[in-house]
Each structure stands twice: as C-alpha cells, then as structure tokens.
C-alpha cells in the first residue's frame, strides 16, 4: 500500500481486495463442482447437454466505472444531491487522487497510478455529466500519452455509452457537445470527434448561431487535416473563408487563404492552389504586409510549372524578385532569380539565363552568401562551355574554385578541379 495513503484509502483498498477474494471463493467451489457432475453424467452413459452459459459479472478490473462493483468510496459523500461544500471538497479530493497518481507515474508504478485515476473518474460521476466527461478526455490523454491502449479503449467506450445515454434521454447542452468532442479528440478518436463537431454544426445552423457554427467548421477543417481528408477540408475553409470574406473580416479571411493554400499544395491541385494564393496575395497587400508577398508569389510561379506554364511562371518570380528586392529582403530575392534562371535555361533560353545568373551573383554578393555564388558561378561555366566559349568557362570556375577553397569545401573543389583541367587540356593551355 502506498505510504501516503489515508486510514480511509486503506481502508478502501482492503475492501476491494476482500470482494475480489470473496468472488474468487464462490467461483472455486462451482467450477469443482461442475466437473465432478460432467463426470457422474457421462458414467451413466446419458448424452451430456451442457447448461447454459452465464457470463460472469464483469469484475472491477474490467469494469473499473460502475461504483457498485467497489466498496464505498469514503471519499463521496452519501446522499442525492450533493451541497456546494461537499461538491468543493469532492472536487479538491478527487484532484489529489489524481496529483497522487502523477507522483506514481514518476516512481514507474503506472498500474497503481491508473486505479487512483479510475477512482477519480468513479467519483466524477457525482459532479454531473461535464464534469465526467472532461475528466474522461484529461485522463484518456494521459493513457495514450503513455501507450495504455486497454485503458484507452476502456475510457472511450465509457465516453461512447454515456454518449449513447444522454441522446436517449435529451438534447445535450452545446457545453455538453463540445467537451465530447474534446474529449474524443483527447483519446485520438478522430472519427468520433468529428461526428460530434457534425453534430454542433447542424444544431447551430438550426439555431442560427453563426459563432457557433464557424467554431464547430473551424475544428472540423483541423480533424479532417489530421486524418488527411484534404477534399473534406478544403469544403470546410473554403465555407469559412467565404464567410470572412463577407464579414470583411480580414484576419481570418489571411488565415483561411493560408489553410487554403497548403491544402491545394498538399493536395496536388496546383489551379487551385493558384487562385488561393493570388488572392492571399491581395489580402497581404490590402493589410500593409508586402514583406509576406514575395514567398507566395514564388510558390504560385512553382504552382505554374507543375502546370507546365512556363510564361506566367516566368512572371510570378520575376515579381517575386521585383518586391523582395525592393523591400530589401535579398535571401528571397536570390531564390525568385535562381528559379528564374533555371527556368530559362530549362526551356532553352540560355543567353537569358545567363543574364539572370549574372544579376544573381550580384544580389548574393551583398547578402555575402558565398556558397550560394560558388553554385551560380558553376551553372555561369557550364552555360559557357555548351556555347563554346571556354575562356569564359574556365574563368567562371576559377572563381568557383576560390569561393570552394575559403569555404574549405574540399569535395567541391575537387571537383572544379577536374572540370578546370579538362577545360584547360582542351584549349592547350
């Protein structure tokens, strides 16, 4: 027994050990029984019809949220109604049932730490329906926090069935409503959750609460993410986000734009995710935040490619470049001219992006990003030995070679060395 433990608790605990010794005693005796009978029958040569088979009452082991299998909890008072002293002084018991229950956690006696926890949940019970429950969730994510799957599989059916028992009986509160779904969403049941937010929508809308029915869509759009639903997602923002649209509602309608965006980008659907952005993108402007533009308009021009757009992709990272350059943001600007340039020199455009090359070693230069023109000088060298000028070439990969030196990049300048000598043997140099 644990040495903290009050004369009550004790005597508690030997209570239960006490009935489950007495169920043991009963038991014994009828199980010897029953085979000394199966055995007088059988001699006698009449055939033997088994009886019935009546399962046994679940034991507190098995069911550890029905009071009536445990002695009387000295901790919860008698009587119907509890007044609000005895509520309080449940209330700060039952919290030191379960700060006790961290302190074996930390000693690595988790068992003896969940039947203090299921003690607790027991005496939940007489603090009403949302007091349970919400003690239900807390509790289940500490189970699965600590991969007590049994105990989360035991704590989600109770949650299930006091579900069950309170849609029989009445319409439950939004309060209610909303801590099944949290407690769900605690134990993982994604699927549960996400019926039960359902559920808060379609009683919002009845009732015309838009608050309401936005918080239940905003939790829906985040379940379904997790369970990577993106279709049922998109849906779900692309509702919110025409809502704070017309509410005027500028921050969420940034917020939604965002969700949208990655969503259609996760989802690979590069034309939606196109029109998601350029409108994030209008919204970053209206708001006076133009240092959040030129990422978005990089992603949109890599939105353009997946659709083989090359012209509009073209001039999503030229714009890209523009304002990031204009707003001193140099880093983004480099990456808009290096997809720029790629893009030309992919699409066989190579005086182009040579030109492009040149005006980023520039911009790299002045953010002192030398690895970064080490790359660029390369690429410049290759463009110049594919137009047969390799002069230019071999100039471009000395600089290449200096930078991979000061940086003490021996692979790489290894191999600018083999590209210098094979350059150089072949003009005779």
């Given at each position: 027994?644990?040495?903290?433990?009050?004369?009550?608790?004790?005597?508690?605990?030997?209570?239960?050990?006490?009935?489950l010794?007495?169920?043991?005693?009963?038991?014994?005796?009828?199980?010897?029984?029953?085979?000394?009978h199966?055995?007088?029958?059988?001699?006698?040569?009449?055939?033997?019809?088994?009886?019935?088979?009546?399962?046994?009452p679940?034991?507190?082991?098995?069911?550890?949220?029905?009071?009536?299998?445990?002695?009387?909890d000295?901790?919860?008072?008698?009587?119907?109604?509890?007044?609000?002293?005895?509520?309080?002084?449940?209330?700060?018991?039952?919290?030191?049932?379960?700060?006790?229950?961290?302190?074996?956690?930390?000693a690595?006696?988790?068992?003896?730490a969940?039947?203090?926890?299921?003690?607790?949940?027991?005496?939940?019970?007489?603090?009403?329906?949302?007091?349970?429950?919400?003690?239900?969730?807390?509790?289940g994510?500490?189970?699965?926090?600590?991969?007590?799957?049994?105990?989360?599989?035991?704590?989600?059916?109770?949650?299930?069935?006091l579900?069950?028992?309170?849609t029989?009986?009445?319409a439950?509160?939004?309060e209610l409503l909303?801590?099944?779904?949290?407690?769900?969403?605690?134990?993982?049941?994604?699927?549960?959750?996400?019926?039960?937010?359902?559920?808060?929508?379609?009683?919002?809308?009845?009732?015309?609460d838009?608050?309401?029915?936005?918080?239940?869509?905003?939790?829906?759009?985040?379940?379904?993410?997790a369970?990577?639903n993106?279709?049922?997602?998109?849906?779900?923002?692309?509702?919110?986000?025409?809502?704070?649209?017309?509410?005027?509602?500028?921050?969420?309608?940034?917020?939604?734009?965002?969700?949208?965006?990655?969503?259609?980008?996760?989802?690979?659907?590069?034309?939606?995710?196109i029109?998601?952005?350029?409108?994030?993108?209008?919204?970053?402007?209206?708001?006076?935040?133009?240092?959040?533009?030129?990422?978005?308009q990089?992603?949109?021009?890599?939105?353009?490619?997946?659709?083989?757009?090359a012209?509009?992709?073209?001039?999503?990272?030229?714009?890209?470049?523009?304002?990031?350059?204009?707003?001193?943001?140099?880093?983004?600007?480099a990456?808009?001219?290096?997809?720029?340039?790629?893009?030309?020199?992919?699409?066989?455009?190579?005086?182009?992006?040579?030109?492009?090359?040149?005006?980023?070693?520039?911009?790299?230069?002045?953010?002192?990003?030398?690895?970064?023109?080490?790359?660029?000088?390369?690429?410049?060298?290759?463009?110049?030995?594919?137009?047969?000028?390799?002069?230019?070439?071999?100039?471009?990969?000395?600089?290449?070679?200096?930078?991979a030196?000061?940086?003490k990049?021996?692979?790489?300048?290894?191999?600018?060395?083999?590209?210098?000598?094979?350059?150089?043997?072949?003009?005779?140099?």
């Open positions: 027994m644990h040495p903290s433990l009050s004369p009550g608790d004790r005597q508690y605990f030997l209570g239960v050990k006490s009935a010794l007495l169920v043991w005693l009963m038991v014994i005796p009828a199980l010897i029984g029953g085979a000394f199966i055995q007088s029958v059988q001699a006698q040569g009449t055939p033997y019809i088994p009886p019935p088979i009546t399962p046994p679940l034991s507190p082991s098995e069911n550890p949220f029905d009071p009536s299998l445990f002695p009387t000295p901790l919860i008072p008698s009587g119907e109604t509890l007044t609000p002293l005895q509520r309080r002084r449940l209330i700060e018991a039952l919290d030191a049932l379960e700060a006790e229950a961290l302190v074996l956690d930390q690595g006696q988790g068992d003896q969940f039947q203090l926890r299921y003690r607790s949940l027991r005496g939940r019970q007489r603090l009403g329906d949302l007091a349970e429950v919400e003690a239900l969730g807390r509790i994510a500490i189970a699965w926090e600590q991969g007590r799957n049994q105990d989360v599989m035991a704590i989600g059916q109770r949650l299930e069935d579900q069950l028992s309170l029989r009986e009445k439950m509160s939004p909303t801590a099944f779904a949290k407690a769900y969403g605690q134990l993982h049941s994604l699927d549960a959750a996400i019926a039960v937010y359902q559920q808060m929508r379609r009683e919002a809308q009845q009732q015309g838009y608050r309401r029915e936005n918080q239940a869509l905003s939790m829906l759009g985040e379940l379904y993410l369970k990577f993106y279709p049922a997602a998109a849906e779900v923002y692309e509702t919110l986000l025409a809502r704070a649209t017309n509410a005027r509602n500028s921050y969420y309608e940034g917020i939604y734009l965002q969700k949208l965006g990655e969503i259609y980008k996760q989802s690979a659907q590069p034309d939606n995710a029109r998601i952005k350029e409108q994030l993108v209008q919204r970053r402007l209206q708001d006076g935040k133009p240092e959040l533009v030129p990422d978005i990089i992603a949109i021009g890599d939105h353009y490619l997946e659709l083989e757009q012209e509009n992709a073209s001039q999503a990272y030229q714009k890209a470049y523009t304002l990031a350059w204009s707003i001193k943001q140099l880093s983004t600007a990456i808009a001219l290096d997809k720029l340039g790629d893009l030309y020199l992919f699409s066989e455009q190579a005086n182009y992006a040579l030109e492009i090359y040149k005006q980023l070693l520039q911009v790299q230069q002045q953010s002192y990003n030398y690895y970064g023109m080490m790359i660029t000088y390369e690429k410049i060298a290759q463009l110049y030995i594919n137009a047969q000028q390799p002069s230019a070439a071999l100039t471009a990969y000395q600089q290449a070679l200096s930078l030196r000061s940086l990049y021996s692979t790489k300048e290894n191999n600018i060395l083999n590209q210098i000598q094979t350059i150089s043997g072949g003009t005779g140099s």
